[in-house]
């Protein structure tokens, strides 16, 4: 077993680990950066191809940033959590300008000096900074050059499967080395959980393998309260065919019109004013809708048309993507792209203060781990903001915490306990294939609890995860090794996947209204007398217990009642 001892324990090394990590570092303490693949080359982040939205000094006569808060309060039907919101609106442009002081370039207008400006989905206004369509990866490029700079202790490929915690707060993690099999226990004053999403719960997905919920299930299991789990955002535009690109990021709204078979421009029914750059629940229920009623094409999507734009300007604004089009035979110049919506983002996760700060001690929470700022349908480009600024916050807070405070002593043979579960998958000889199990649970959260819902198909979908989860102790490998075994990840990956669908599933029965990202065919409407309010999940024993809490709504309120 391998023993390392750290002040901050980053675990993830996406967007919000690194910019966590890299403000930990500013002062003075040890910081560690833990992480299930390689540094710049796993996690959602480096895959962003949009935009960072923020108003700045940059910013287009008219906005503001009490319009970034509104189009993001709005966006989240009033469910976000309104400090938070205010902190994301106010922090994110100086981040945006660090960003740019250590390395990152973006989008200059034709003039070379100002940026040029996104608008998307809900916002009122052009202000979002970006790079191409590879806005993320530039992102990580500068914060990996400052974290490479810092001396922070890197340990890559290593999947964290337990957080430690002693009665009053948490104490470090413990993991397994993905390319020796080792155990590895790590001691820390203060956690930093930035573990990303968990795309790869529904059978299509924009996200990359290693999106699994591992946060989510981390931090409930150590004791954190989940909230807003309910709300799961479909990108409208995935690809639906070559398969090995089945679910992908296909296109980007602000750059299409969409067309049913009919040849009419269906979003001029959902949303006359805004069309395309509506919210995405709503696109991506227009086109749901569009195919169901028989007005979709041959395989179940929409067509995405580009060939308005003047020549040469798709492949100017983005360029990975153009590539792929033309290795699939699309020029989109003059052809259009069947598209159909794909899971993309969740909105719930870890609730958080407003230093992004868990409900444990010493436990911070960033990036997509964290609920609260975007409510129940997240904003496009806000994501990028969010995890620049929760991870600047959480960063700082962490360190000034683990400066304060002493280590405490961790008991080894709870590191053995935590990849005791690894050990049994690799010795048992029959069983389920963790690959058979992985198919079943997202072809069921597809079929159940997606875009769609109703009582009756959430009440259907806990039964079967009931058995599903049940089935995980029989998991058996084909592969006995403990090198670089992708099925043993992937085996201990569907219990983390396994507790997030329970969770995404119970919040969905019980919220009795649609709204955001949520939406029930049974009760079609929002409901603000009833549920202007979170649910919060916790772990007691085996069981997950529900609760009704208020929303933060501080700055304003729905306007007559009505969303
Ligand atoms: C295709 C796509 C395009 C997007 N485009 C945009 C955009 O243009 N603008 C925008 O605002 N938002 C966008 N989003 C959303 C945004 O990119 C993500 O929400 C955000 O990047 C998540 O960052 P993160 O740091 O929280 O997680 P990630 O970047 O996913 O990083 C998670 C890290 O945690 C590690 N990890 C996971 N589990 C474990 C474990 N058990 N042990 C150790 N390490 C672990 C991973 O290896 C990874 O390093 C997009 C999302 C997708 C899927």
């Known amino acids: 077993m391998h023993h390392f001892a750290t002040d901050v324990l980053v675990i993830g090394g996406g967007g919000a680990g690194a910019m966590a990590a890299y403000e930990a570092s500013k002062h003075g303490v040890k910081v560690t950066m833990v992480l299930k693949g390689f540094p710049e080359r796993c996690g959602i982040t480096i895959m962003a191809p949009g935009a960072i939205a923020g108003v700045g000094s940059w910013h287009e006569p008219g906005d503001s940033r009490d319009l970034h808060f509104l189009d993001t309060v709005r966006g989240g039907s009033f469910l976000n959590e309104q400090r938070l919101v205010r902190i994301l609106v106010e922090e994110a442009p100086d981040l945006i300008l660090e960003l740019e002081r250590i390395g990152a370039l973006w989008q ?53 499967l337990k957080l430690l915690k002693d009665e009053s707060r948490v104490t470090g993690a413990v993991g397994l080395n993905l390319e020796t099999g080792e155990t590895v226990l790590l001691r820390a004053k203060t956690v930093i959980l930035t573990c990303g999403g968990a795309g790869n719960l529904y059978l299509n997905t924009s996200n990359p393998t290693g999106a699994t919920g591992d946060g989510y299930a981390l931090a409930l299991d150590a004791g954190a309260e989940l909230m807003d789990m309910e709300f799961v955002q479909f990108y409208p535009l995935g690809f639906l065919f070559p398969n090995s690109l089945r679910g992908n990021l296909g296109a980007l709204l602000y750059y299409v019109h969409l067309f049913n078979n009919k040849g009419e421009r269906f979003m001029e029914k959902y949303d006359p004013e805004r069309l395309e750059l509506s919210t995405r629940d709503r696109v991506a229920r227009a086109i749901y809708t569009e195919v169901k009623e028989g007005r979709g094409g041959p395989h179940g999507g929409v067509f995405a048309d580009m060939t308005y734009h003047e020549p040469g300007f798709i492949a100017k604004m983005q360029p990975a993507l153009y590539e792929t089009y033309q290795k699939i035979g699309i020029t989109p110049e003059k052809d259009r792209l069947e598209v159909a919506p794909t899971c993309h983002f969740f909105m719930g996760g870890v609730r958080v203060d407003e230093n992004w700060q868990s409900s444990v001690p010493g436990l911070f929470v960033t990036g997509e781990n964290a609920a609260g700022v975007h409510g129940a349908n997240r904003l496009s480009q806000n994501a990028l903001a969010e995890l620049l600024v929760s991870g600047a916050r959480a960063g700082k807070a962490a360190a000034k915490l683990a400066a304060e405070i002493g280590q405490a002593p961790v008991d080894p043979r709870e590191a053995k306990t935590a990849t005791e579960l690894a050990g049994q998958m690799l010795s048992r000889e029959d069983g389920i294939r963790p690959v058979t199990l992985r198919n079943r649970l997202r072809r069921l959260m597809w079929e159940k609890v997606a875009v769609i819902r109703s009582e009756a198909s959430l009440r259907g979908a806990l039964v079967e995860l009931e058995v599903l989860k049940s089935q995980l102790e029989s998991q058996a490998l084909s592969l006995k090794s403990r090198h670089y075994n992708q099925e043993l990840v992937e085996g201990l990956e569907n219990y983390f996947l396994a507790t997030v669908a329970q969770c995404v599933t119970k919040a969905a029965l019980l919220r009795t209204e649609s709204r955001g990202a949520h939406y029930r065919e049974d009760y079609p409407a929002a409901d603000n007398k009833r549920w202007l309010k979170h649910l919060t999940i916790r772990q007691k024993a085996d069981d997950l217990t529900v609760q009704e809490i208020p929303v933060d709504l501080a700055e304003i309120k729905p306007e007559g009642g009505a969303l």
């Open 108 to 160: 200059r207008k034709a003039d070379g000096e100002s940026y040029a400006l996104r608008i998307d989905g809900g916002h009122s206004y052009p202000r979002c900074t970006f790079l191409e369509d590879r806005t993320g990866r530039e992102m990580m490029r500068a914060l990996f050059g400052e974290v490479k700079k810092r001396n922070i202790n890197i340990l890559s490929n290593t999947m964290i």
